[in-house]
């Protein structure tokens, strides 16, 4: 598992500020649902005949005999977690959700057992405009943190699931008569998942992959014609993209247009976000019949992005807002009591206040390493108890002012009210 260190969980924070007001201002609100749920969900919906169920998921038998898994992924749990508390009777519901997911896969940069998504899921609404609505809040997500330039949109259309079981069969045909080609596990799927084939990595499978019958020529024509509109309202909203017939997904329960965002900056590992619509899935796991689409960002892949392109702001970095020191390095119950008072006067800012004493270049050193934008300075006289503070601002040079203690607050927030 790679750990997080605070420096990410700074620029995280930022992401997820950044998704979190994308998505809200569009009306999806957050919903929470388990790391662990039982592995026949993820059977049921993501498909038995696929990389992540057959190789890629920490699954095992707890102590009561359940068969349980760690979510590879969040739209089943959050498919059942919505019809379990009946989110998707008879409505429309739109929803986010952030969070830890886990694949058994060889980990490489890019690529790790547990990494993070930002998820998005809408239910209940059937036509394109739903589609184009979710990609293009991805794309004012991409707006926001300054990566519009380095994702590109690939697009397909991969038919109803009617479309996929006719074409399926053509294709299994077409891949039997090439099966000397492919890998051990391809020839497996021969019959039972040929599309899973077609989204394989191995260079043998996508040599035959590559001359496999096209599925837009088995397309029905409702899929046709909603495939058409999304591209009609992204043109419309300005949305460029590029139409990629091998993009069919790893997961079985996607229908009808299917996308990824790729980035050409992170080597072979190039997929931010994949989604699309799965409008088989909640009558699938019990549910009444409901379109649904959405998509998952990967967050490490995306703060990877931000760090290789420099596209970090400043408020992606943590910052001490106030460091207090103490002349003199004498542990101080006065400098308690100040932090304490400025800490009532400005929640939501952060007040550090120097502990262990220490030289006051030492002090200052700590100081900057908390990014600290003021330092105030405790001027602690001999046998008396300090009167007034001395207020440096690490950021923008200065000359230190002087105030008296008791009204101290009011000049660092004047301070701190000038944005850098
Ligand atoms: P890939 O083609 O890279 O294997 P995927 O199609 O398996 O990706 P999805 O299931 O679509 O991935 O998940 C959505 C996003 O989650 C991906 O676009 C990627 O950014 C991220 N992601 C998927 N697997 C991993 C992983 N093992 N480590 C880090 N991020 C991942
Ligand atoms: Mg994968």
Known sequence: MNDILPDQ??????????????????GYREIRFPLLEQTQLFKRSIGEVTDIVEKEMYSFEDAGGDHISLRP???????????QHGLLYNRQQRLWYQGPMFRRERPQQGRYRQFHQFGLEAFGMAGPDIDAEIIELSAAFWRRLG????LKLELNNIGSAADRERYSAILGEYLASRADELDPAARGRIRSNPLRILDSK???NRQVARDAPAMTEYLSPESVAHYAALKQLLAAAGIGFTENPSLVRGLDYYNCCVYEWTTEVLGAQSAVCGGGRYDGLVAQLGGRPTPAAGFAIGVERLAMLLETLGKLPANAQFRADVYIVVIGGAISAASQALARRLREQFPDRRIVCQCGGGKYSQQVKRAFDMNARLLVVMEQAEGEPPRQVKLRDLHNSFEPRLAPIDQC?????RLLSQNL
């Open 9 to 26: 969980c700074a620029i995280w924070q930022y992401l997820e500020d950044c998704f979190r007001a994308v998505a809200g201002s569009r």
């Open 73 to 83: 992924e969040g739209t089943a749990g959050c498919v059942r977690a919505a019809q």
């Open 147 to 150: 990566l519009a330039d380095s």
């Open 202 to 204: 191995h260079p043998g």
């Open 409 to 413: 607050g009011q000049e660092i927030g």
